[in-house]
């Protein structure tokens, strides 16, 4: 069975981190490009990071850069979004996307909420 389980999220004071995770079976997680977004009430689902199948290059929104980091581990079939400097528009549920071809599938999300 194809699951995306996000895991990590949480209440955090703005300037602190949270490290995000998303376990994946059910598919050849490999290779599968992987990505994270995030939706807040009323607003489109925004994609927030992407990483390719072999890891390595990676790519951001602008509002991110600097601050989040997307990383996998293909021995494990999870990635990971490293957060760090979080700020409240930061808030938001996080979710797990994975794409290959026009494959894509979703996790449950997360919920992160910066404030103080």
């Known amino acids: 069975q194809l699951q995306l389980v996000e895991s990590g999220g949480g209440l955090v004071q703005p300037g602190r981190f949270l490290r995000l995770s998303c376990a994946a079976s059910g598919f050849s997680f490999w290779s599968y490009t992987m990505m994270w977004y995030r939706e807040t009430p009323g607003n489109e689902r925004e994609s927030v990071a992407r990483?390719?199948?072999?890891?390595?290059?990676?790519d951001y929104v602008d509002s991110v850069k600097g601050r989040f980091t997307i990383s996998r581990d293909n021995t494990k079939n999870t990635v990971y979004l490293q957060m760090n400097s979080l700020k409240p528009e930061d808030t938001a549920v996080y979710y797990c996307?994975?794409?290959?071809?026009?494959?894509?599938?979703w996790g449950q999300g997360t919920q992160v909420t910066v404030s103080s």
């Open positions: 990483i390719g199948s072999a890891g390595g290059a990676a």
């Open positions: 996307n994975a794409r290959s071809g026009f494959a894509a599938y």
